[in-house]
T-cell receptor, first 112, second 112 residues
Framework: KAGVTQTPRYLIKTRGQQVTLSCSPI?????VSWYQQTPGQGLQFLFE???????NKGNFPGRFSGRQFSNSRSEMNVSTLELGDSALYLC???????????FGQGTRLTVV | DAKTTQPPSMDCAEGRAANLPCNHS???????VYWYRQIHSQGPQYIIH???NNETNEMASLIITEDRKSSTLILPHATLRDTAVYYC?????????????FGTGTSLTVIP
């Protein structure tokens, strides 16, 4: 079956712009989580959505937001981009609680 | 979730078993041990997870000590493609949601 799909794979944006990233989970998975990975901070949890509701949020500023649609697809948005937002953004989907999560290949965002 | 401690790096000869240790001395009775790996710039890949009993799948074996304070991931016949960063994660089922907190992991290098 198809895995987790993230689009786009690569993105270059300018400081101050906003960006929207997309994640399509594995069919039937209702939980979608987002992570940011940078060389300095490693993999950090951003937020998790389940059945269109945000269940958990990591320690990130309000510029980072997300949503989940009725078909479980999710988007995350970063407004007023800063150079430090340059990172690999990863999405993971899970079937249910405490089950394994399956990750997409990520979106590499570069802010210039 | 209990904190984990892993060696920062390890080498293993190709074809030999790779044994990756993880210390989780503060683990609670209902917390699971998960292992993921990340090959450079790709999304983390689920390997295996367990609670108390040893587990085996097509990728690896997970050995959990009787007191559950540590575990070992075993890749039975390491290949060059197993070179990656391996993360040991402890998760509590009492946490709502599916967030994973990744530490710094062990960078495994398989040597020809």
């Amino acid at each position: 079956k198809a895995g987790v799909t993230q689009t786009p794979r690569y993105l270059i944006k300018t400081r101050g712009q906003q960006v929207t990233l997309s994640c399509s989970p594995i069919s039937g998975h209702r939980s979608v989580s987002w992570y940011q990975q940078t060389p300095g901070q490693g993999l950090q949890f951003l937020f998790e959505y389940f059945s269109e509701t945000q269940r958990n949020k990591g320690n990130f500023p309000g510029r980072f937001s997300g949503r989940q649609f009725s078909n479980s697809r999710s988007e995350m948005n970063v407004s007023t981009l800063e150079l430090g937002d340059s990172a690999l953004y990863l999405c993971a989907s899970s079937l249910a609680d405490i089950t394994e999560a399956f990750f997409g290949q990520g979106t590499r965002l570069t802010v210039v | 979730d209990a904190k984990t401690t892993q060696p920062p790096s390890m080498d293993c000869a190709e074809g030999r078993a790779a044994n990756l240790p993880c210390n989780h001395s503060t683990i609670s009775g209902n917390e699971y041990v998960y292992w993921y790996r990340q090959i450079h710039s790709q999304g983390p890949q689920y390997i295996i997870h367990g609670l108390k009993n040893n587990e085996t799948n097509e990728m690896a074996s997970l050995i959990i000590t009787e007191d559950r304070k540590s575990s070992t991931l075993i890749l039975p016949h390491a290949t060059l493609r197993d070179t990656a960063v391996y993360y040991c994660i402890v998760r509590s089922p009492t946490n709502t949601g599916n967030q994973f907190y990744f530490g710094t992991g062990t960078s495994l290098t398989v040597i020809p």
